[in-house]
Nanobody, 116 residues
Framework: QVQLVESGGGLVQAGGSLRLSCAAS????????MDWFRQYPGKQRELVAS???????NYVDSVKGRFTISRDDAKNTVYLQMNNLKPEDTAVYCC??????????WGKGTLVTVSS
């Protein structure tokens, strides 16, 4: 069974930084895409950033220049470095991983709160 565990969320003042981690454990081999989503209360999840197994990255416009996604395949871990955080970044952040058989796994999420 595969589990994704996020960490690194918390409370930070506007302009501050946080680094989220998402570690995959269990029988998971050859991970393809790794993504970070966020969800605001009562709204659908929004794709924040993605990274392919080749290292190609994509970001939603609202975080470009502030967030950086990276991965460590030896640790089956994806990171999201978030700088210059804004109150509108407050949300539950969760990771999604797709393996080479196109099976998708989701983490439970970690709360990020940015105070003004």
């Amino acid at each position: 069974q595969v589990q994704l565990v996020e960490s690194g969320g918390g409370l930070v003042q506007a302009g501050g930084s946080l680094r989220l981690s998402c570690a995959a454990s269990g029988r998971i081999f050859s991970i393809n895409a790794m993504d970070w989503f966020r969800q605001y209360p009562g709204k659908q999840r929004e794709l924040v950033a993605s990274i392919t197994r080749f290292g190609t990255t994509n970001y939603v416009d609202s975080v470009k220049g502030r967030f950086t996604i990276s991965r460590d395949d030896a640790k089956n871990t994806v990171y999201l470095q978030m700088n210059n955080l804004k109150p509108e970044d407050t949300a539950v952040y969760c990771c999604k991983v797709q393996n080479s058989d196109y099976v998708v796994y989701w983490g439970k999420g970690t709360l990020v709160t940015v105070s003004s």
